[in-house]
């Protein structure tokens, strides 16, 4: 199959992946909803704090980990062998060395709802899985219309969002928890704020 990825490269993948490493938790948590957990052979750093882990694969926290997006384990993952590599948007220069040995990359960017359909879509494509992303798809949008129906009339409150790591950092409105935000009925106070990534604010 041949798929698009979130940098808008091509990719074409000759065969379904049997071992996937994947360096960025949001789409390691798909694979574990496409039911590829069996195929992680790697995945991010500190995978034993996300509790969604712990809930749904206890197995994948024993995984080799290929560090983060500011410290990516390069040669830790070529040590791995994987058939595919899913990383996030931020770490192209690693994607491009990757393909240069011979190993398939996709680049994940699912920093809105948009995005992350897209992302679903496109990871369960590559994994031959199209069926398990359209049921989840589904699913996600009767919870979407549910919350829509549920919160039409309520009074929207200010959110202040901040990050786990900072209490002045803070989501804008080009970031996916912008979208949590309004999909909780509430409104962002960050929403003119127009960076792609954590903002640095000041208490006044």
């Not at 009767?142 to 549920?150: M, V």
């Not at 970031?175 to 106070?189: E, S, T």
Request: hydrophobic share 40%; charged share 25%.
């Amino acid at each position: 199959v041949t798929v698009t990825d979130q940098a808008g490269r091509t990719v074409t993948i000759e065969e379904e992946p049997q071992s996937i490493v994947s360096g960025y938790y949001i789409s390691t948590s798909l694979l574990i909803a496409l039911d590829q957990k069996d195929k992680l052979v790697g995945i991010e750093a500190k995978a034993d704090k996300r509790p969604i882990y712990r809930l749904s694969a206890p197995e994948l926290i024993d995984l080799p980990n290929v560090g983060t997006a500011k410290e990516f384990d390069l040669e830790g993952c070529l040590a791995l062998e994987p058939d595919l590599v899913i990383l996030p948007l931020r770490l192209k220069d690693s994607a491009v060395i990757l393909e240069d040995l011979g190993i398939n990359v996709l680049l994940v960017n699912p920093e809105s709802q948009e995005l992350l359909t897209e992302m679903i879509q496109m990871v369960a494509k590559a994994c031959n899985r199209e069926s398990k992303a359209e049921a989840l798809l589904s699913f996600l949008s009767e919870k979407e219309t549910y919350l829509h129906a549920a919160l039409g009339n309520a009074d929207a409150p200010s959110v202040y969002l901040s990050g786990n790591s900072n209490f002045l950092s803070t989501a804008g409105d080009e970031m996916y928890q912008a979208d949590m935000i309004r999909l909780a009925g509430g409104r962002n106070v960050a929403a003119e704020i127009a960076d792609t990534y954590w903002a640095e604010i000041d208490y006044e």
